[in-house]
T-cell receptor, first 115, second 110 residues
Framework: NAGVTQTPKFQVLKTGQSMTLQCAQD?????MSWYRQDPGMGLRLIHY???????DQGEVPNGYNVSRSTTEDFPLRLLSAAPSQTSVYFC??????????????FGQGTRLTVV | EDQVTQSPEALRLQEGESSSLNCSYT??????LFWYRQDPGKGPEFLFT???AGEEKEKERLKATLTKKESFLHITAPKPEDSATYLC???????????FGKGTTLSVSS
């Protein structure tokens, strides 16, 4: 009954370092997405994927890369970390709903600090 | 521009004091409105989906309603364990991720 699993839960990076936030889901959902949550800003969409091999940009994609080689995994890569990327990152997955959106199921989040 | 606005930003209630949270939206073709609960340090937890104006959903002390321009989350006789941030989100285009409001932080004291 794992759902959406994110690793790591906490991470401290130095400016300029790169890293990958991992996200895996075991619900066979087609749609996966990455959000960041900052105080007073709500959840903002970084990148999303509608299926293996297909990704697209969200509202705040700069500085991040994604790929979707399998249905289960959707890693988020920080290319060169900046203090502005200090945030809590959430991965979510949704089943296909045809013409309608369906509810997203979220992981527990990764708290990232860039110093 | 598609937008979701929640009000109030924060709400303090006494135990048993019923109230409502508001979510107003402007999207070009609503494809679902979603309510979530988020506890500190946790990911958002799904509560309700509404697809059509006039639709209502209930779960324990919570009831969500939908009109063509807004949704309400009614909380009846709240308890301290209902304290959390409540998030509203809309789907505006099939196959894409949701657009979230900034949330309402509810505090219920005994």
């Amino acid at each position: 009954n794992a759902g959406v699993t994110q690793t790591p839960k906490f991470q401290v990076l130095k400016t300029g370092q790169s890293m990958t936030l991992q996200c895996a889901q075991d619900m066979n959902h087609e749609y996966m997405s990455w959000y960041r949550q900052d105080p007073g800003m709500g959840l903002r969409l970084i990148h999303y994927s509608v299926g293996a091999g297909i990704t697209d940009q969200g509202e705040v994609p700069n500085g991040y890369n994604v790929s979707r080689s399998t249905t289960e995994d959707f890693p988020l890569r920080l290319l060169s970390a900046a203090p502005s990327q200090t945030s809590v990152y959430f991965c979510a997955s949704s089943p296909s709903g045809g013409e309608m959106n369906t509810e997203a199921f979220f992981g527990q989040g990764t708290r990232l600090t860039v110093v | 521009e598609d937008q979701v606005t929640q009000s109030p930003e924060a709400l303090r209630l006494q135990e048993g004091e019923s109230s409502s949270l508001n979510c107003s939206y402007t999207v070009s073709g609503l494809r679902g409105l979603f309510w979530y609960r988020q506890d500190p340090g946790k990911g958002p937890e799904f509560l309700f989906t509404l697809y059509s104006a006039g639709e209502e959903k209930e779960k324990e002390r919570l009831k969500a309603t939908l009109t063509k321009k807004e949704s309400f989350l009614h909380i009846t006789a709240p308890k301290p364990e209902d304290s959390a941030t409540y998030l509203c989100a809309v789907g505006h285009q099939a196959g894409t991720a949701l657009i979230f409001g900034k949330g309402t932080t509810l505090s219920v004291s005994s």
